[in-house]
């Protein structure tokens, strides 16, 4: 998680505004902007012009979910944004994603005499639907990417990497000035965001590459049966 606190977030944001009290009273934008800042940079693949992903395994999660008999669906996660994965964990199998067209072409979807142990699953809305319809009750574990909670009290961090805390200070302030209709300040805040984010994301590959040079078998025993 990161290390500021959404006081000290808000305190770095309004001193970019020079200290201006306008724009903490009666209402406080600082922490609007701040939060806005906060669920763009977790939801949005790519975001001012970084086109490189974000990464965020700290926002990688999974829930249980009770199937129950006779009843096509469960319900996706409050807090989800992309379903990675569905195991059913009485079964140990993984369910296969489908598409809705695949799903709604079959007949015996709503069929009570055709239920069995669930094998796929696709995404409605609010809803995973499974295929076979449930003859009983399984626990689904769901593997999803979350959708961070807003912070709300002074004391409260990210649930992300303390690396984003300083980007996370330059896009919540050019939130701001896009709001104020500051384009110039909004324009050199967003060139910033870009080179701080940049920086970040040019290390992921850093573990693919430890994986790749030191997680393997060395070729001088590769024939020899180690």
Not at 4 to 11: D, G, I, V
Not at 119 to 147: G, S
Not at 153 to 182: F, H, N, P, R
Not at 193 to 210: D, M, P, V
Request: proline letters at 4%; a negative charge; aromatic letters at 14%.
């Amino acid at each position: 998680m990161g290390t500021l606190t959404l006081t000290e977030f808000t305190t770095y944001i309004k001193f970019n505004f020079g200290n201006n009290d306008a724009w903490s009273t009666p209402t406080d934008y600082y922490t609007i902007w701040f939060n806005r800042a906060y669920n763009r940079l977790t939801t949005q693949d790519m975001l001012l012009g970084v086109k490189r992903r974000f990464y965020f395994p700290q926002l990688e999660t999974s829930a249980n979910a009770d199937t129950v008999d006779g009843v096509a669906y469960i319900g996706v996660p409050a807090d989800c944004l992309v379903i990675r994965d569905l195991y059913d964990t009485e079964n140990y199998r993984r369910l296969a994603s489908i598409t809705p067209r695949t799903y709604l072409s079959y007949t015996d979807r709503a069929d009570t005499t055709a239920e069995g142990e669930p094998t796929e699953w696709v995404r409605q809305a609010a809803y995973l639907y499974l295929h076979p319809t449930p003859d009983d009750a399984y626990t689904i574990n769901v593997h999803y990417r979350q959708i961070p909670a807003a912070l709300s009290s002074g004391a409260s961090t990210t649930a992300i990497g303390a690396e984003w805390d300083d980007v996370l200070i330059t896009l919540a302030s050019y939130i701001g000035k896009m709001w104020t209709m500051d384009y110039e300040k909004a324009k050199m805040l967003k060139e910033e965001f870009k080179e701080q984010a940049e920086g970040i994301i040019s290390l992921y590959g850093e573990e693919a590459k430890a994986r790749e040079e030191f997680l393997h078998v060395d070729e001088v025993y590769r024939d020899r049966g180690y």
